[in-house]
């Protein structure tokens, strides 16, 4: 990957330009640490037209790349790697950086508005970066990290992909002795939720939901709901599906989300839309069980 240009540099809190044009900063949730940056002026503007996998798009010139600053993707992580890109790459206008002419397919992109999207995803806990080096995306992973986000959180936990068997002789499988009885507690139901905006733009904003498992048993499926005062709406959600009927939303889990551990979370992504203002959800549910907020 050729180096980047200056126009890249890290910015310290994470920004979105307002129809004024000027700064404005997240409204609420702690600042994002990943940066917001322009594309340099060599870019092209197309529209990615197919998504192959977390990092690798087919653009409307014809083209496909591999977007540079992205590892591959973790096999525990990898559909909802792809569930991301086409929420938010598939059918939308981005920008190309034609970049080194020896890297036949790998290209930086930006999304419309500004935001490189390789140190996007990483600092979602979506992929990992390629770019040891370069502190923006060490911030963007060790932040994704320490909040649990993606494949950091459960059932991933960063693991990376199982190395290949080369054939060695592997060591004994040791049997654990078996469980001493215990006395059987009743399963007890619990959830609590938090809600972030993690990004924000003047017709719109991207948001977090993370649902964190606090009963005594395992979540195996769940529904959760909320209900906009706003006049919000959702137009793109990943790690769930979305429903929505007036106010009142529904984001029911995908095969690899189903599952929730005691005293796991699980985050649900969201994009939407707002009217002239965008207040946070006052009450969440998880299988018509009422939720503690966060």
């Known amino acids: 990957m050729r180096p980047r240009s200056t126009v890249l540099a890290m910015a310290a809190i994470f920004l979105v330009t307002g129809c004024t044009g000027s700064p404005v900063p997240i409204a609420s949730g702690p600042p994002s640490t ?9 870019a092209n503007t197309l529209t990615v037209q197919g998504v192959e996998d977390g990092r690798t798009v087919l653009l409307s010139d014809g083209t496909r790349i591999r977007i540079a ?14 569930a991301f890109a086409k929420a938010f790459l598939l059918d939308k206008s981005v920008k190309v950086d034609p970049g080194d002419p020896a890297v036949v397919d790998e290209a930086p992109l930006w999304l419309e508005d500004g935001t490189e999207y390789a140190l996007f995803a990483v600092s979602q806990g979506v992929l990992r970066g390629d770019s040891p080096h370069d502190p923006a995306f060490q911030e963007a992973e060790v932040a994704a990290t320490k909040s649990g986000l993606g494949l950091w959180g459960d059932p ?5 992909k199982p190395p290949a068997t080369t054939g ?4 004994p499988v040791v049997t654990a002795p078996s469980p001493v009885p215990t006395t059987t507690v009743p399963a007890v139901f619990g959830c609590a939720v938090s809600y972030r905006v993690t990004h924000r733009w003047n017709i719109g904003y991207n ?9 005594n048993t395992p979540i195996s499926g769940w529904t959760l709901r ?22 009142e939303v529904s984001a029911t889990n995908v095969s690899y989300t189903a599952n929730i551990p005691v005293g796991g979370k699980q985050v649900v992504g969201y994009t939407g839309s707002y009217r002239a203002y965008n207040p946070a959800p006052a009450a ?7 939720c503690q907020i966060r």
Do not use: Y
């Not at 600053?69 to 792809?82: D, R, V």
């Not at 909320?226 to 979305?242: K, L, R």
């Not at 969440?284 to 009422?290: A, E, I, K, V, Y």
């Open 34 to 42: 990943h940066r917001l940056v322009a594309p340099p002026t060599i």
């Open 69 to 82: 600053g992205l590892a591959a993707p973790e096999e525990c992580w990898a559909k909802a790697a792809t």
């Open 156 to 160: 991933c936990r960063g693991q990376a």
């Open 168 to 171: 060695q002789p592997q060591p």
């Open 207 to 215: 948001a977090d939901v993370t649902i964190t498992n606090t009963g």
């Open 226 to 247: 909320w209900t906009f005062t706003g006049g919000q709406v959702v137009t793109d959600m990943w790690n769930a599906t979305s429903k929505q009927s007036g106010a």
């Open 284 to 290: 969440f549910s998880l299988n018509d069980h009422p």
